[in-house]
């Protein structure tokens, strides 16, 4: 469902005088449904940290005698959207001259190790290829180890940044079996301002039953290693 179908969607099941046409420029109970059905949404995508639907691949190059990599200026493409690095999950490198042929892993260290050893005396005037990456939180900066001596493409993975709806055709993130969580979230924040407990309830019961379902699909499954003897 879009932004408007799922506004109608809420005004359906909470029983309301008339059915937007559309969610720009509305007033009075209409603009309710709207914010309601955006604030639900909002709400959604902050439930979790780790959601696999807002993990997207980033690919960037680079440039000889430079460390650190600030999103928005990556070249080719620029990352505004980064909510955090996921630099555990396996970030990878290779001379963009080469190619995919050259791909190896990199290895994850803490910005302080990284600090203490790549920014540090004579070791940070080496140039080679880059082995190491690091995050600095500070600014969400990739930091690579050492100072790369030519051009190389890194590959990592990122979890985006909350998206908001605005148009009619928006149409959310999650997958669409789940878009009626939204409704559901968006009936509590009715009734919540309506002061209608029946709509509450129900709102409640079916987003917790969704809201489970959701999280067995779209979050990692913790798995355990084999025992030690």
């Given at each position: 469902?879009?932004?408007?179908q799922?506004?109608q ?8 005088a008339?059915?937007?046409s ?20 909002d ?9 696999m639907?807002?993990r ?7 440039t ?23 630099v ?48 600095r ?8 180890g050492?100072t ?18 605005t ?27 309506e ?12 987003y ?15 798995h355990?290693?084999a025992?030690?003897?």
């Amino acid at each position: 469902m879009n932004f408007l179908q799922l506004v109608q969607k809420l005004r359906q099941r909470t029983g309301g005088a008339s059915s937007p046409s559309s969610v720009v420029g509305q007033t009075g109970e209409a603009l309710d449904y709207v914010d309601w059905t955006s604030e639900a949404w909002d709400n959604i995508q902050t439930e979790e940290p780790d959601w696999m639907w807002m993990r997207k691949d980033a690919t960037f190059n680079t440039t000889s005698g430079t460390s650190a990599y600030l999103p928005p200026a990556m070249s080719p493409t620029p990352y505004a959207n980064v909510a955090k690095w996921r630099v555990f999950d396996s970030a990878r490198c290779y001379t963009t001259a080469l190619g995919r042929i050259d791909e190896g892993y990199l290895g994850i260290w803490s910005y302080q190790d990284w600090r203490d050893g790549f920014d540090f005396g004579l070791q940070s005037t080496v140039l080679s290829r880059p082995s190491i990456l690091a995050v600095r939180d500070a600014d969400n900066a990739i930091l690579v180890g050492p100072t790369p001596n030519a051009a190389y493409s890194i590959s990592l993975q990122y979890q985006c940044v909350p998206t908001t709806m605005t148009a009619n055709a928006d149409v959310p993130g999650l997958p669409l079996r789940f878009h009626m969580l939204i409704v559901y979230k968006a009936m509590m924040l009715y009734a919540a301002h309506e002061a209608a407990p029946e709509v509450y309830s129900e709102g409640e019961r079916e987003y917790n039953k969704m809201m489970a379902a959701l999280r067995l699909d779209q979050l990692e499954t913790i798995h355990f290693g084999a025992p030690l003897a």
